[in-house]
């Protein structure tokens, strides 16, 4: 069938529209999980990419972002900074998950405007749809009911992000996306216990109480909600291509479309690490939304496709994590109780 005048402006088309070629792309947030990714596969691509330390320049203070945008010149400006964290540092933590992501989105965004940037990237999150939502939930269901307590925060920061690209685009024209990223996880997650999400809490959990050979690992709630994972990797290969494919007001969902209940992921990150004892849940702790499945019909029209089954990805994210570890964790589990994952996941 010919396409009509009207299917060629869809905006959600697998035709590139953007060449990186060339271009100065800047990833801010390069030590984080999503940041560290984006920058192995824009290796791949044939552009130049700048990247700066949080020592060299604070995201929250608008006079340091602003100074080194104007001096660095990006062309590209993918916003991987943020602070996050899982279900407790959200519920511990709710004055620093509202400054700094309000504060990155407002200096980045702005400056970037300011200096002509050519096209940026915001970051979401399926956290920042409502508790209740319909699910698979669709773009359109954004804003449509009160959010989930325990992320509140966050997710008001977010919401307020991606509200500053439409603004800014109906404003002055800025090609502003938004992509919105279901739970991720993969090399440089924050393994950290009281921070971090579900698979890096839970791989580290069960390895420790193999190494210590007890009979059971906690597991935070009832198991019973659903979360959909996407291994980082498969997330930042959806990014490169909602950059170079796709312009306009409507964010994008980027999931694997397949969800597990948290008994089941703890069953399968059991046999990917070798752990044998039992599984205690813990009711005290919060469950969290029932569920966050996304429907990815927008990013599937646009010629992407995960590529890491769950059960893959949680071994290659074990081995990341076995990897990390000091010489002689292994054996010495003294040292291994020691050693603190955030510190060397720190965005
Ligand atoms: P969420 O998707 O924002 O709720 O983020 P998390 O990844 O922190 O939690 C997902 C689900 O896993 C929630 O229902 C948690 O209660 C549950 N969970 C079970 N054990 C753990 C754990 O050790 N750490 C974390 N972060 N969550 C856990």
């Not at 953007?18 to 801010?28: D, H, I, N, P, Y």
């Not at 030590?31 to 130049?48: I, N, P, T």
């Not at 972002?65 to 062309?75: G, K, L, Q």
């Not at 927008?298 to 994590?321: K, N, S, V």
Request: include cysteine.
């Amino acid at each position: 069938m010919i396409a009509t005048m009207d299917e060629d402006r869809r905006p959600f088309r697998g035709n590139e529209i953007f060449s990186l070629t060339g271009k100065r792309v800047w990833v801010a947030g390069h030590r984080g999980m999503v940041g560290s990714a984006l920058v192995r596969r824009l290796r791949e691509e044939a552009c130049d990419l700048l990247t700066v330390t949080r020592q060299t320049v604070d995201l929250r203070r608008q006079a340091e972002v602003e100074s080194w945008m104007r001096a660095s010149r990006p062309d590209v400006v993918l916003i991987a900074a943020a602070t996050v964290g899982g279900i407790h540092a959200n519920r511990s933590r709710p004055a620093e998950f509202i400054y700094d992501n309000l504060a990155i989105a407002l200096n980045i965004v702005h400056t970037a405007c300011e200096i002509g940037v050519k096209k940026l990237l915001f970051l979401g999150s399926s956290c920042i749809y409502p508790k209740y939502c319909a699910q698979p939930m669709t773009e359109d269901r954004l804003l449509s009911g009160p959010l989930e307590p325990t992320n509140q925060w966050y997710a008001i920061a977010k919401l307020a992000g991606l509200m500053m690209g439409k603004a800014y685009r109906a404003q002055h024209g800025m090609d502003c996306i938004a992509a919105l990223p279901t739970n991720l996880y993969g090399p440089y997650d924050n393994f950290d216990l009281q921070q971090g999400h579900v698979i890096a809490a839970l791989l580290r959990k069960l390895h420790e109480a193999k190494l210590k050979g007890d009979g059971a690992v906690e597991i935070w709630g009832t198991g019973r909600p659903k979360r959909e994972f996407l291994h980082v990797d498969d997330l930042v290969d959806a990014l490169v291509r909602l950059v170079t494919h796709y312009s306009g007001d409507e964010p994008v969902n980027i999931g694997s479309g397949q969800e597990v209940s948290i008994a089941e992921l703890a069953d399968l990150a059991s046999r990917v690490v070798g752990y044998r004892g039992r599984l205690a849940y813990n009711t005290s702790m919060p469950d969290g939304s029932p569920r966050k499945l996304l429907d990815v019909t927008r990013m599937t029209e646009l010629g992407w496709q995960p590529r890491i089954p769950l059960f893959e990805g949680l071994q290659h994210a074990y081995a990341c994590y076995r990897k990390r570890l000091p010489p002689n964790a292994e054996t010495d589990i003294a040292a291994e109780l020691h050693w603190r994952g955030a510190d060397l996941s720190e965005a």
